[in-house]
């Protein structure tokens, strides 16, 4: 149990870094999705439950809104990848 709760810790802080590191939406929500799944699992091991289905709900509800209105104004043809330098030196200088 002690691995799989330090998993979940591993999968939150590389789900913010996504989120943090990329400037296109659309792969930032990856990270976004990631980090609350994440975060919502530590909350179940923690026993929980109620908690964490309720921020789940809220806080995927409320940030894929946002996630929508910001694609929708930044409609890019050729978004930045993970794998762009640009994008990897930005995920450097987070660390």
């Not at 709760?5 to 802080?13: K, T």
């Not at 990270?31 to 806080?59: D, E, K, R």
């Not at 050729?78 to 030196?89: A, N």
Request: some cysteine; glycine content about 14%; overall charge negative.
């Amino acid at each position: 149990m002690t691995y799989f709760v330090l998993f979940l810790g591993l999968c939150f802080v590389l789900g913010g870094l996504a989120v943090a590191s990329n400037p296109s939406p659309y792969y930032g929500v990856v990270g976004l999705v990631l980090a609350s799944v994440a975060g919502c699992g530590w909350l179940l091991s923690l026993g929980v439950s109620f908690v964490s289905l309720v921020l789940f709900m809220v806080y995927l509800g409320g940030m894929l809104v946002v996630f929508v209105y910001s694609v929708s104004l930044a409609a890019d043809p050729f978004p930045e990848t993970w794998g762009d330098w640009r994008v990897v030196g930005y995920g450097v200088g987070f660390v």
